[in-house]
């Protein structure tokens, strides 16, 4: 089956510029989730989609953060304006459900690098 | 939300060797635990799972132990080979709601 692609790979912006990165997901998953990886960190749940419903965004800087999922389907997420601190690698990534010989995939990423 | 913590952050082994990962979770609701295996400039990867209804499973080198009442989970890769170099992520999860939260990483490094 296909993979959960990610767009761009990189970006590198200036601070206080805006970037969006966009995720298709695989097809017929149900839930995504963007994940924020800085380096040398685990993954760290920004927002997790439920069809084109958030189920939880309690870890999103809803001040400069902002995502959605048309359709249930591809999601974006922006950053607007863009800190420093926001340098780190964006991670998408679908699920059917979750359980015993089902699993989350992960996309390959986009790293942004906020100069 | 729940919140994965794991030990050590770095792990440094002899090829053929041990090596085991331990995590512990905060919310007694989670019951499902994957753990997930980061090459360099790769993607997460899925290499082990556990239900909350089972105390132990193995897959080959691999095994994964949880203890649901002092709410903390292990792996264990035996015999290590240079190639299990990698961040290994433990993670819990509500099979419910879906979610899905990740420790802070181990780097493990297995030395030839």
């Known amino acids: 089956e296909a993979g959960v692609a990610q767009s761009p790979r990189y970006k590198i912006i200036e601070k206080r510029q805006s970037v969006a990165f966009w995720c298709n997901p695989i097809?017929?998953?149900?839930?995504l989730y963007w994940y924020q990886q800085i380096l040398g960190q685990g993954p760290k749940l920004l927002i997790q989609?439920?069809?084109?419903?958030?189920?939880?965004d309690s870890q999103l800087p809803k001040d400069r953060f902002s995502a959605e999922r048309l359709k249930g389907v591809d999601s974006t997420l922006k950053i607007q304006p863009a800190k420093l601190e926001d340098s780190a690698v964006y991670l998408c990534?679908?699920?059917?459900?979750?359980?015993?010989?089902?699993?989350?995939?992960f996309g390959q990423g986009t790293r942004l690098t906020v100069v | 939300g729940e919140n994965v913590e794991q030990h050590p952050s770095t792990l440094s082994v002899q090829e053929g060797d041990s090596a085991v990962i331990k995590c512990t979770y905060s919310?007694?609701?989670?019951?499902?635990f994957p753990w997930y295996k980061q090459e360099l400039g790769k993607r997460p990867q899925l290499i082990i799972d556990?239900?909350?209804?089972?105390g132990e499973k193995k897959d080959q080198r691999i095994a994964v132990t949880l203890n649901k009442t002092a709410k903390h989970f292990s792996l264990h890769i035996t015999e290590t080979q240079p190639e299990d170099s990698a961040v290994y992520f433990c993670?819990?999860?509500?099979?419910?709601?879906?979610?899905?939260?990740f420790g802070t990483g181990t780097r493990l490094t297995v030395i030839p």
């Open positions: 556990i239900r909350s209804n089972v």
């Open positions: 989609f439920q069809n084109n419903g958030v189920v939880d």
């Open positions: 993670a819990a999860c509500q099979t419910g709601a879906n979610n899905l939260f």
């Open positions: 990534a679908s699920s059917a459900y979750l359980g015993e010989n089902t699993e989350a995939f």
């Open positions: 097809s017929g998953h149900a839930t």
């Open positions: 919310d007694s609701a989670s019951n499902y």
